[in-house]
């Protein structure tokens, strides 16, 4: 069975604490170790007799990259970055080649790190320096330096990893931030037509009109329409349990900022490599939210890539779904002709993020299929939920986020004119290829079956497993609401302690007769209590720096995550012959008769589960519609109860309410069930509701 479990990981983020903040990282790359690169940026090469083609090869450790493969613009220009590991060696070698002969004439290498400086933004660029290449009077443009993934030129830097990548395809292992149009419905109202030609002169045409936006026809007929761009809904390109957004296309009636998500990618380990490879995997994330997308750099050949890349969002609403995916990049080659892999996705809700504490972990990729649940590997990340101090201690930071958990989650118009299930999945579907086809012509371009991926929805085929989950789900919630009463009714009630119900009816007494003093308690002394408080607060507001600390706990580890349960999914120990029915088609694919009917019996089997549930609650809610109907059919069982209450109201009104507390003791005593008062049967309430009719009598059997 696969480990599903959030391992607990210490990364050191934002490298070192510093006395500036002694408590966590305090930069813009702080939920993310600090990687350390070499950086070379070989700018030209000046004095090139013309009879050479100047190549330049760079050599740190086992890692060489080369400017062979690199488009020369005039003046032998190549303005390229190269990025090493810094520990990978200690000596940068660089050696000039003829692209003819294949000739080294010339060479120079540098020790590290005693001469090459080190540089963090935001610092200025190292300057390119003139460095002679031993007496050949040629002379190479280029700067180097120490850097970090801060430094700007990490996202087209053409890291050693990579060096077997061909130039043109180096753009596809980019890191890349993209942004998903904004969406809105186009609304065709057709008010009529007029000039009608059917193809059968003998009846007058029976004409219904069907549009489609993006070709142009011509029409004999005349027809008056309205167009009209609705902007008030909000266009899902998710489903709604993996929902990120609920924005409205029109800006105006977007709420307010509630704070930022913050993500820190920190790396993969475990990947499994692909069927029949004697490569690992290529890996690369896509993370989304909203309609930002963020994509990493693609870590060529290794089984546990490290990215380290930090990414932010605008929170509009926290109960929203934040998902990552992990792909194998097959882009590497020219004109490949293969799709990149899925290797598994991780979504979190947000709603099980508290606000300003930093959550890192080491999260399962899970993938189910027809074998069962598989463990693919497993990416670390560091989530952050981020808001800003309030400017007054105990309250909230600003009024949208005090004001979010009583907002409405869609915008108005999904309740005023909402859709239907069938035009809302219609509207998505359409929705996802209008974004699969301007991510596609980004750079580096954001692939259809990734985009596609990310936004799968949720199966909504037949499964017997989650089936008999959900009903222990509905089992789980009736026995919470049975869990009170059964307790009262084990230790109370059935019990024979005649001490436990002497001590409970003893309370009870103390509550029903002395009810004005427990009231006058609640009253005043609440009073004192509010008093004592404000002191409290105005107290603390002299120390609201060190308490507003100790309320965000920003020094206390955050909550353990749980984001799968096995046991609820019913995958602890599967049962491979009901994911196998899971996952197969529709019709189904299955030939042999004997499994289809194994299958048909254990369908049969849960559905009597179900059937007499759902029959017992019915048979239930049933006669309590009879009583009902007993009141309203019956003239004298109205009037007993008028008079009834009537009579309660009079004996709560008077003065003599000994009366009525006489009563309510003894059915406090009647009810713990002393001695005395089991009989060990049914009541008469219960044998008088129990003969109520149900039209479970009326199915025929």
Known sequence: MADVSIKKISPKLGGERGTRNPRGPSSSHDLVEQMEFLYVELTKVEHVPQTCIPIVDITLGNYNSSTRDLPVRPNWEWNQVFAFDKSKADVLSFSLKDGYTNTEIGKRSFKLPADIPSRVPPDARIAATNYDMQNTGMKLVMSIWFGTQADEVYSTAWFSDTCGVSASCVKNTRPNIYLAPMLCYLRVTIVSGHDLISHDGRRPPSAFVEVQVGDTRRFASKLIVKLATDQTYHVFDECSQYCS???PFAKGLWPGVLGK???????????????NSQFQRHAYTVAKYGNKWARTRTVVNNASPKWNEQCSWDIYEKCTVFTIGLYDNHQLVVNSGLDDVPIGKVRIPLSKLDWNKIYTGSFPILVLGKEGLKKTGEIQLAIRCAIPPPAWLFFSPSYFLATSPFRWMLPKSHYKAPLGLLQYEDLRSKAVEVICFNLNK???????????DMLKPRSKRFSMRRTIANFERLCRFFMWLYGPYAWLDANLVSTTDVGRKAVTFGVCFLLV???????WLLVDWWLYAYIGGVYILYRVYKLRTVAFNMIMNRSNPATPLVLVD??????????????????DSMPSSESDVYVLRMRYDRMRKMGEKIMLLVGDFASQCERLQASWRLCTDHIVVVICLVFLGYGVLRLLQSETEYVFKSVLLLFISYWLKFPWHRYGLPSATKNYIRRFSSHEDLIIT
């Open 566 to 583: 096995l046991k609820l999914s019913k995958l602890d120990s599967p049962n491979l012959d009901i994911l196998d029915e899971e996952f």
């Open 261 to 275: 998500l913050e993500v820190g990618i920190l790396g993969a380990t475990g990947l499994t490599p692909m069927k």
């Open 513 to 519: 007769v002395g009810h004005r003093f427990f009231l």
């Open 442 to 452: 980004t750079v580096p371009k954001l692939r259809n079956e990734v985009v596609k």
């Open 245 to 247: 957004d609920y924005r």
